[in-house]
């Protein structure tokens, strides 16, 4: 068994472990909501009750995408994943942090290596950037993706994005950035990126020739 394959066996059995109490704990503050009657209605508006359903649909909207990021890279890597249920997985999880994202394609499906592709690199983007921006990704066809950053401040983490452009994942110093290198490689998919000024940032995914 390779170290990748290890890590996503390793890390699918904890976020398996995690998101059952998470997602009960989700589905209790929906029925207390539905169960109060007129006179506790108010409830809902507390500071408290909302700071508590926050962080518990954050929590779980983490997992859920943490758990699709790091699921087995090679037994289903030739499968196709719904693209409602990738965008549903994505959108969670972007709903917490402070940038945007959008997307324009005509597929109903992405192939599943394509889908881990983009939602590891997001992860990275996320990292990549401290201020708000705006990531839109282009699925060009079934075997090619363009992920692009609008970033208007300009404002970068420089490491991460030296790391993004290396091909040798053993001189990469960011874990997340290895570990799609990793991907990539495993997937024979080429990376190109390219940088404007940082604020306008643009990576394509294709198969390798």
């Not at 398996?16 to 409830?43: C, R």
């Not at 518990?56 to 196709?80: L, M, N, V, W």
């Not at 394509?114 to 950037?129: D, E, H, K």
């Amino acid at each position: 068994m390779s170290n990748l394959n290890l890590f996503s066996e390793l890390s699918r059995k904890i976020f398996h472990d995690l998101i059952n109490p998470a997602s009960a704990a989700l589905n209790g503050i929906e029925l207390l909501k539905y169960s109060l009657n007129e006179k506790e209605k108010h409830i809902i508006n507390d500071e408290t009750f909302q700071l508590l359903e926050k962080s518990i649909g954050k929590i779980t909207a983490q997992i859920k995408f943490f758990r699709f990021c790091y699921s087995d890279p090679t037994i289903h890597q030739y499968e196709d994943t719904p693209i409602n249920n990738l965008d549903s997985i994505i959108n969670d999880y972007i709903y917490f942090t402070k940038h945007k994202i959008g997307h324009r394609n005509d597929l109903k499906n992405l192939n599943n290596k394509y889908a881990l592709i983009l939602c590891n690199t997001i992860l990275i983007f996320l990292n990549l950037l401290p201020f708000e921006a705006e990531i839109h990704y282009e699925l060009i066809d079934e075997d090619a993706l363009v992920i692009r950053i609008e970033n208007p401040t300009g404002k970068i983490n420089s490491e991460i994005l030296k790391d993004l452009t290396l091909e040798n994942s053993h001189n990469t110093v960011n874990i997340q950035v290895r570990y799609l290198q990793e991907l990539a490689r495993i997937y024979e998919i080429d990376k190109k990126v390219i940088s404007h000024a940082n604020t306008d940032i643009s990576i394509t995914f294709s198969n390798r020739a």
